[in-house]
């Protein structure tokens, strides 16, 4: 079984301050996939990065970048220069190959203080 | 860029009625879609990944005769919630995977609120 744990229900920090969401993942797969998706207000989900599993680099999107520790089966996002507009919930999510399907962690609320 | 679609964004019934949501890929075929219920503060839960053209696969503890899901073309799956009662209220999300060769990554719909008096 694949699962997903968020262990910060919620997160604040300060305008321009760095931020790190913690997650950790099992799976039985080698083929699989992990994502940060970004849940504002709006609760349109927005895709913020992507990490392919076979990759040993961490992807990095803009303010956004991973620490993907794969024997450890933990996938933080780390954001940078925190804006008023990062203020959401924040799911990590798992993609098995096998099973093609998403499953989500519980989330974080995130909150950015002016 | 590739978008998903969905309708009615909010909706109320009655309890007893049946509601219908539908998904729609805008500029892409999808033979796959997926549909997701959320509850408030809660995270997404996968209820049923909907096939075109044949029958759709639920998860476990999700009454198929409940939320009936049809994927008759390549660029709308419905979701129909039968015989709706408060509980059923909730966020609803579908998403369709981003091409064959990149299913893992999926485009998601902006929700559908349910409301069930």
Not at chain 2, 11 to 30: H, P, Y
Request: proline residues 4%; contains cysteine; charged residues 20%.
């Amino acid at each position: 079984a694949q699962t997903v744990t968020q262990s910060q229900p919620e997160m604040s920090v300060q305008e321009a301050e760095t931020v790190t969401l913690s997650c950790t993942y099992d799976t039985s797969e080698n083929n699989y996939y992990l994502f940060w998706y970004k849940q504002p207000p709006s609760r349109q989900m927005i895709l913020v990065i992507r990490q392919e599993a076979y990759k040993q680099q961490n992807a990095t999107e803009n303010r956004f970048s991973v620490n993907f520790q794969k024997a450890a089966k933990s996938f933080s996002l780390k954001i940078s220069d925190s804006q008023l507009g990062d203020t959401a919930m924040y799911f990590c999510a798992l993609f098995q190959g096998g099973s093609e399907k998403l499953v989500f962690g519980k989330g974080t609320k995130l909150t950015v203080n002016p | 860029g590739a978008v998903v679609s969905q309708h009615p964004s909010w909706v109320i019934c009655k309890s007893g009625t049946s509601v219908k949501i539908e998904c729609r890929s805008l500029d892409f075929q999808a033979t796959t879609m997926f549909w997701y219920r959320q509850f408030p503060k809660q995270s997404l839960m996968l209820m049923a990944t909907s096939n075109e053209g044949s029958k759709a696969t639920y998860e476990q503890g999700v009454e198929k005769d409940k939320f009936l899901i049809n994927h008759a073309s390549l660029t709308l799956s419905t979701l129909t919630v039968t015989s709706a009662h408060p509980e059923d209220s909730s966020f609803y999300i579908c998403s369709a995977p981003k091409s064959r060769s990149r299913p893992d990554t999926q485009y998601f719909g902006p929700g559908t609120r349910l409301t069930v008096l």
